[in-house]
């Protein structure tokens, strides 16, 4: 952002859902674009960055999902921006199952598990030493896949219900009658 920038306005949760799973599939995809399937082991420099564009895949569709069942985007404890929950893969996951999420996908735990801890200490975004059993980012982005796509289809179920929960309290107050489809 330039200095010139002016800060979006707070938005209703539902709508940062929808805009949240939609990022989270556009990083999924752009993992492989980085790293693509075709070519795996080509350029190890590239593993990094499309397993960073991956783990924030997996903390934009837990947030979209977390959205979407009323947790506030604020600073307080339990809340998404809190430091303890802000990027920290694990705790958004079991925020997440608290409020009811199960996985649509084989061994999303394992890949929030594995993710968590090198997404939470950035050390993806930031070069570090030292050796790590890394997996394909291929096979994480097939994983992430169906769980995105469900994640997206209760995001898109409750956006669209809560827009007409909206509309119909809108249209009461002001006394409008809406005629019935036929």
């Given at each position: 952002m330039?200095?010139?920038?002016?800060?979006?306005?707070?938005?209703?949760?539902?709508?940062?859902?929808?805009?949240y799973i939609r990022d989270a599939e556009a990083y999924r995809r752009a993992a492989?674009?980085?790293?693509?399937r075709e070519e795996p082991g080509s350029?190890?420099?590239?593993?990094p960055p499309a397993l960073f564009l991956l783990s924030h895949a997996v903390e934009?569709?837990?947030?979209?999902?977390?959205?979407?069942?009323?947790?506030?985007?604020g600073w307080n404890e339990g809340e998404l921006k809190h430091p303890a929950v802000?990027?920290?893969?694990?705790?958004?996951?079991?925020?997440?199952?608290?409020h009811g999420f199960v996985a649509n996908g084989p061994h999303f735990d394992g890949i929030v598990d594995w993710l968590g801890?090198?997404?939470?200490?950035?050390?993806?975004?930031y070069r570090q030493t030292g050796w790590a059993t890394l997996p394909a980012p291929s096979r994480v982005a097939d994983l992430l896949a169906p769980v995105i796509?469900?994640?997206?289809?209760?995001?898109a179920g409750r956006a669209i219900a809560?827009?007409?929960?909206?509309?119909?309290?809108?249209?009461?107050?002001a006394g409008i009658t809406l005629a019935a489809p036929e």
């Open positions: 330039g200095d010139d920038a002016q800060p979006r306005p707070d938005r209703p949760p539902h709508e940062m859902a929808v805009g492989l674009l980085v790293h693509p350029d190890p420099d590239m593993l934009l569709a837990l947030k979209a999902y977390l959205l979407s069942q009323g947790v506030p985007d802000r990027h920290d893969l694990v705790r958004l996951h079991d925020l997440a199952v608290a801890p090198f997404h939470r200490g950035h050390a993806f975004r796509a469900d994640i997206g289809r209760s995001v809560l827009g007409q929960d909206q509309r119909r309290q809108a249209t009461d107050t």
